[in-house]
């Protein structure tokens, strides 16, 4: 059974940071292209981030020079490094695991609030 997992999301201040990491079982980690998505009350979910197998990254525009994606393929995870928070950062984040077929997490929350 394939399982991705994600954790670190939470509340935290405009220019806070937090790390969101997503852990994947079920699947040879190393074959597969990640991805960090989000979707924020109302609209439709949009890429954040993504890392291929070779460790190649692309950031979304509203993300760059602010958020960082990395794997670590010898612990299956996936994080997402988010430094100076903007409110409109606020969403729920979603992993997503793609190769041949396509996997997805259940969501972390993140809140951006004064």
């Known amino acids: 059974q394939v399982q991705l997992v994600e954790s670190g999301g939470g509340l935290v201040q405009p220019g806070g940071s937090l790390r969101l990491s997503c852990t994947a079982s079920?699947?040879?980690?190393?074959?597969?292209?990640m991805g960090w998505y989000r979707q924020a009350p109302g609209k439709q979910r949009e890429l954040v981030a993504t890392?291929?197998?070779?460790?190649?990254?692309m950031n979304a525009h509203s993300v760059k020079g602010r958020f960082t994606i990395s794997r670590d393929n010898t612990k299956n995870t996936v994080y997402l490094q988010m430094n100076s928070l903007k409110l409109e950062d606020t969403a729920v984040y979603y992993c997503?695991?793609?190769?041949?077929?396509?996997?997805w997490g259940q969501g972390t929350q993140v809140t951006v609030s004064s």
């Open positions: 079920g699947i040879i980690f190393r074959i597969y292209d």
């Open positions: 997503n695991a793609t190769a041949n077929r396509d996997y």
């Open positions: 890392i291929t197998t070779g460790g190649r990254t």
